[in-house]
Nanobody
Framework: VQLQASGGGLVQAGGSLRLSCVAS????????MGWFRQAPGKEREFVAG???????YYSDSVKGRFTISGDNAKNTVYLQMNSLKPEDTALYYC??????????????????WGQGTLVTVSS
């Protein structure tokens, strides 16, 4: 599975961005897709995940502001980010795995990673 992330950019606080992640290769039912982010000097952290065609899970820091969704026909997962804050500034990565969604927030269980897309939020 190959993942290609895009959509990052520079935005003012309070603004919005939508990230996209296109998956290609051997994709089958049971895929779990996640978004992670890594700020300078910090660990990569979970942001949001989706599985089974619509189930979603969010970190507390983005709940109510970010929305993860998917388009199966396009093999694409989106991350709509609203009410952005300077602390959302990070390199954002999409990731994929197959199997249980129980560990959806744990990066060590993801097998496939896209390249990062940089989100910068100015105050």
């Amino acid at each position: 599975v190959q993942l290609q992330a895009s959509g990052g950019g520079l935005v003012q606080a309070g603004g919005s961005l939508r990230l996209s992640c296109v998956a290609s290769g051997r994709i089958y039912s049971g895929i779990v897709m996640g978004w992670f982010r890594q700020a300078p000097g910090k660990e990569r952290e979970f942001v949001a995940g989706t599985w089974n065609g619509g189930n979603t899970y969010y970190s507390d820091s983005v709940k109510g502001r970010f929305t993860i969704s998917g388009d199966n026909a396009k093999n694409t997962v989106y991350l709509q980010m609203n009410s952005l804050k300077p602390e959302d500034t990070a390199l954002y990565y999409c990731a994929a795995r197959f199997g249980s969604s129980v560990t959806i927030a744990m990066k060590k269980y993801y097998n496939y990673w896209g390249q990062g897309t940089l989100v910068t939020v100015s105050s």
